[in-house]
């Protein structure tokens, strides 16, 4: 089997490559973007790419090649059940109700008078989300109904912006206190500030439709479980200070004892009925102590996940020791 592979300085695709040159297998690179690119995969029985939720145009395109490759009958990672719905919250929020899966209660509304009416009905307070973003971007607590109607009045007249610089701004300020974020980086992030980035401009403003989820109180952390064929791992991910939101804070523990696996089991039940290949999961836990899931995706940081002490199968037996997952997802595709 010859595997082609789209190379970037970030993600899954050095690992792949490795990968490859150590175990003596047939692979190219290409890039996806190149107007042939059909053609240069005619030789390949598989694409691998790990496209990324904030590159425009990866946003644009990537997708759209990945779906055309499998109805020629070609393997591609992500494939489609694991990739439609990627950075889509509102797509997660039909697909996890329409399989049963113990989602967040969420409701999503496509006209104003709806929303606003819901909003007379409902309790507060609730997290409201845009469809898209990761590491808690987008993500901001309603603590009131005066909130929640001047954010529908804005989910329906100007829009939101798909890139929030004020939000990035402070997200990359906490990086930067926990020694994650040299100065440079931290420049970049105040001139973003005043000069927009190509995603924002390409995506543009969402607007047209209103998400929320039902907030679910005194969770310090949330439970990330990711699911790779018949493998699963997890980390406990620690809120930021003064917030309810775990994602991107930086904040990780590894600890086996520190995860329900409650959360393992439910990962690897939902991931056979979406039948995906890779899911990565978050949870929560409601008031009763029942885990639910908040949201899903394909793709995720890697290399936090090195430091993982082991890993469950598809039976919760536990295998201890270090992995590296994403050699795990092409030695699915090579199975």
């Not at 107007?35 to 496209?51: A, K, P």
Request: positive net charge; aromatic residues 14%; charged residues 25%.
């Amino acid at each position: 089997m010859k595997i082609a592979i789209h190379k970037s300085s970030w993600g899954f695709s050095p690992e792949w490559i490795n990968y490859c040159e150590k175990n003596s297998i047939p692979y190219k690179i290409v890039n996806c973007y190149d107007t042939d690119i059909i053609s240069q995969l005619e030789d390949c029985e598989v694409l691998f790419w790990h496209h990324h939720h904030s590159d425009a145009k990866d946003v644009l395109f990537a997708k759209g090649l990945l779906f055309a490759l499998e109805q020629t009958g070609k393997k591609v990672f992500p494939e489609f059940n694991s990739n439609w719905h990627f950075d889509d919250k509102v797509g997660q929020k039909y697909l996890l109700e329409a399989i049963d899966a113990p989602l967040v209660k969420s409701f999503v509304f496509y006209e104003k008078k709806d929303a606003m009416a819901w909003i007379e009905k409902t309790s507060f307070p609730k997290v409201f989300k845009l469809r898209g973003g990761a590491g808690s971007a987008n993500v901001k607590l309603i603590r009131s109904k005066s909130q929640a109607h001047n954010i529908v009045n804005k989910a329906f007249g100007k829009g939101f912006p798909a890139y929030d610089k004020w939000n990035d701004l402070k997200e990359q300020y906490l990086r930067f206190t926990q020694g994650k974020l040299n100065r440079i980086e931290a420049l970049k992030s105040i001139r973003r500030v005043f000069v927009s980035t190509r995603f924002a401009k390409t995506v543009g403003n969402q607007k047209g439709y209103v998400y929320f989820q039902e907030f679910i109180p005194n969770n310090d952390s949330d439970i990330r479980v990711i699911t790779i064929g018949e493998k699963a791992f997890a980390i406990k991910r620690m809120t930021r200070p003064n917030d309810f939101r775990a994602s991107g804070g930086g904040v990780i523990k590894f600890e086996k004892e520190l995860i329900d696996e409650r959360c393992v089991t439910i990962a690897f039940e939902t991931s056979k009925k979406l039948n995906a290949s890779v899911v990565a999961y978050d949870f929560v836990f409601d008031s009763e102590n029942k885990p639910l899931i908040v949201e899903i995706n394909y793709g995720f940081a890697h290399q936090p996940y090195y430091n993982c002490p082991g890993y469950w199968d598809k039976n919760l037996n536990w295998h201890e020791g270090k992995f590296n997952q994403v050699e795990w997802i092409l030695e699915e595709y090579l199975k």
